[in-house]
């Protein structure tokens, strides 16, 4: 077992060189593109297409706005709350910035590249959460036809899918790059 004489010591692994952190960032991405704010991707697709069919008050559409009547509370997040988890988690984003990009340690740098989209992602699906329940209450509430309201929240949810995509491609590309360079840079680990 190696010596460890520091915190720093402690905290510098090989993180780039190990099989289970590029398994952790494939496993992640993969399973955040398999749902929409927790709404499976097969019921948006169902929906869309009953909609593209005509079906504008099918069965599936329903089903979407009933997904979103369970998922959205989940979501919600008070000023305080926001403002509270934003301070924190962009302290030890930055710290993690300044441990790795600073202090060159290998763990701090593969853990912020591992964390920093998802913390976009975070405030992104937030966003999309304030945008679409609106929309469900207007439905709820006969204020807005069904037919007009998911296909309203069909449209915001498809593209906030096709972002995550994007993100994911270029998170797990620029993730890629930074190992490989680390890995030409430091050949035996130091």
Request: charged letters at 15%; zero cysteines.
């Amino acid at each position: 077992m190696p010596q460890v004489n520091s915190l720093i010591g402690l905290l510098d692994s090989r993180s780039f060189m190990t099989i289970w952190y590029w398994l952790a960032l494939v496993g992640m991405w993969s399973a955040t593109g398999r749902s929409v704010l927790g709404v499976p991707t097969e019921v948006l697709t169902r929906a869309r297409t009953a909609q593209a069919a005509g079906q504008a008050e099918g069965a599936a559409v329903i089903l979407l706005l009933d997904w979103l009547s369970l998922v959205l509370p989940r979501w919600r997040l008070g000023t305080r709350e926001g403002a509270l988890f934003l301070a924190v988690t962009s302290f030890l984003l930055t710290s993690l910035a300044v441990l790795g990009f600073v202090f060159w340690l290998e763990l701090a740098q593969a853990m912020l590249l591992l964390l920093l989209p998802f913390w976009l992602l975070f405030w992104m699906r937030i966003r999309l959460a304030r945008r679409l329940v609106p929309l469900v209450e207007a439905a709820q509430d006969d204020r807005m036809e069904l037919s007009q309201a998911a296909a309203r929240v069909a449209h915001l949810m498809v593209r906030h899918r096709r972002w995550v995509t994007l993100m994911s491609m270029v998170a797990v590309a620029l993730t890629v790059l930074w190992g490989t360079l680390w890995a030409v840079m430091h050949p035996n680990g130091l």
